[in-house]
């Protein structure tokens, strides 16, 4: 089973992108699907996740508004929406899976490889 991140790319300020994290195989049932993303020497952060089974969703303060994390069960696949870019949003975004409703890289168990997000001003 694995996790296939897409979508990224170069994007001027205030553009927009949608990410793609692909599913091989079943396995977002009763799962927590969150985006993270890491730039250059700083910490892998979070960013949005979403309960498959609900639809709930929660946001970093610093995307709230910009960002929409959402789903296709029947595509197996989450999706990030990224509207009104800014240069700090640049940073290879990943995908993971977990059980757990969290914001931590921890409770997170199954990651996808990571796209590339340049924003630039």
């Known amino acids: 089973v694995q996790l296939q991140a897409s979508g990224g790319g170069l994007v001027q300020a205030g553009g927009s992108l949608r990410l793609s994290c692909a599913a091989s195989?079943?396995?977002?049932?009763?799962?927590?699907v969150g985006w993270f993303r890491q730039a250059p020497g700083k910490e892998r952060d979070f960013v949005a996740i979403v309960r498959w089974s609900r639809d709930s969703t929660k946001y970093a303060d610093s995307v709230k508004g910009r960002f929409t994390i959402y789903k296709n069960s029947a595509e197996n696949t989450v999706y990030l929406q990224m509207n009104s870019l800014k240069p700090e949003d640049t940073a290879v975004y990943y995908c993971?899976?977990?059980?757990?409703?969290?914001?931590?890289?921890?409770?997170?168990?199954?990651w996808g490889q990571g796209t590339l997000v340049t924003v630039s001003s």
């Open positions: 195989g079943r396995i977002f049932s009763s799962s927590v």
């Open positions: 993971a899976k977990g059980v757990q409703w969290s914001t931590s890289t921890r409770d997170y168990n199954l």
